[in-house]
């Protein structure tokens, strides 16, 4: 069995790199873009250094902002007809996961429109053509989803979440520029960071894994502990190095999936519109715990890469649970809740673990797993 790589052809990373947006629009010949962007990017002027470039180069473009944190079906299909009414011939993705997931729906169904109807690509959808030329410009630094081949929407109808898994989905051109991060308040530096963790530990960790996307998620969780700290305190090299790390953990999760972290975050995100990396971070040390025993000796690696030292003296039983203590204290420090008793509800535990047990990235988890697991993981955080 053979072992995929899926990247963008091109990314861009550091300061100023949104200045490479214009020389790729004009040399490859598009004539429009249909920038998805939410209004509050717009509100505070974070779109504008996007779209104030396209318009010294007068390379005219169509603003589409109808898109919420956790983008629905109706986002998508609102934007489809908005793409095709607008003649744009490429997409400009400026925001967080939720502009850049909703841009890759976009995209596909543009191309694929025998997959108009948005449920039809959950799970891996056997699409024909790549997604509409897209770059793709994160202004978060946890989602990566400028670099996976994953998208999420959810479906209010039902209060659920569901993953679509697609290589014609990834952007072409991605454009990492910290500039465009820097506006973040903490709390969101805080999530979405914490949402880059668990993309890396859980990346680390699945049954997928191997030896290429392993070097990626190391580093990305060494970047991550070095980082996230002085991000959120909103220093510049922080920010820098969180730019990259959540890049830099989309490489490898993107191609070996995740776990019941993403899966259980998945069903609070729809049920209570909890955010997602609020979610994951508050899951993820129990979660972690719950893991140890299917783990090897990676959580060995977790803790040096998280900062912990003496971790080549330590037993197994030491390691494991220095691993779970630090992703536990970075959460705090950076001001995340410790438990669910503010969010979960003991009616709704069933719905969430079926739906958790249902989710694409359960399947990856490095212990098999059940709805009754899940629901006491959830009761456990209560």
């Known amino acids: 069995m053979s072992n995929r790589i899926v990247l963008n052809t091109i990314s861009y990373h550091g300061k100023g790199a949104i200045n490479d947006i214009v020389p790729e629009i004009q040399n490859r010949g598009y004539k429009k873009a249909f920038v998805c962007s939410d209004p509050d ?55 967080g996961g939720s502009s850049m997931d909703t841009a890759k729906a976009i995209g596909i169904i543009a191309e694929n429109p025998e997959f108009a109807d948005v449920r039809s690509l959950e799970g891996v959808a056997p699409t024909k053509n790549h997604a509409t030329f897209t770059i ?13 081949i994953n998208y999420v929407i959810t479906d209010v109808e039902k209060k659920r979440k569901f993953v679509c898994v697609d290589t014609n989905d990834i952007p072409e051109i991605a454009v990492v ?3 465009m991060m820097a506006s ?11 949402d880059a963790l668990t993309h890396a530990i859980e990346g680390y960790i699945t049954k997928a894994a191997w030896t290429m996307t392993d070097m990626f998620h190391l580093k990305a969780i060494e970047l991550i502990a070095q980082n996230l700290r002085s991000a959120c305190a909103n220093e510049d090299a922080g920010i820098e190095g969180m730019a990259l790390a959540q890049y830099v953990a989309g490489q490898g999760f993107s191609n070996v999936g995740l776990g019941i972290v993403h899966s259980m975050a998945h069903s609070l995100g729809a049920v209570y519109d909890t955010p997602h990396g609020v979610a994951n971070a508050i899951l993820l040390p129990t979660v972690m715990e719950y893991n140890a025993d299917a783990t090897g000796e990676k959580y060995r690696d977790i803790a040096k890469a998280m900062g912990v030292e003496g971790t080549e003296n330590m037993t197994q039983e030491e390691y494991r649970a220095a691993a779970c203590e630090a992703v536990k204290k970075l959460a705090a420090d950076v001001g995340i809740p410790a438990d669910l008793k503010n969010i979960a509800k003991e009616e709704d535990v069933q719905f969430l673990a079926e739906s958790a047990f249902a989710d694409a990235c359960r399947p990856g988890n490095p212990k098999d797993t059940s709805v009754e697991e899940i629901a006491a993981l959830y009761r456990k955080l209560m």
Do not use: C, H, R, W
């Open 177 to 179: 520029d910290p500039d």
């Open 41 to 95: 990017l717009i509100k505070f002027g974070v779109t504008k250094k996007v779209t104030d470039l396209l318009d010294a180069a007068n390379i005219p473009y169509e603003v589409y902002s109808e898109i919420k944190p956790n983008p629905t079906i109706e986002n998508v299909q609102t934007g489809v007809k908005a793409f095709t009414e607008s003649g744009a011939d490429m997409i400009i993705a400026i925001g």
């Open 184 to 194: 973040m308040p903490k709390s969101l530096k805080a999530a979405t960071g914490m």
């Open 136 to 148: 793709a410009v994160p202004t978060t630094a946890g989602t990566a989803a400028e670099v996976t």
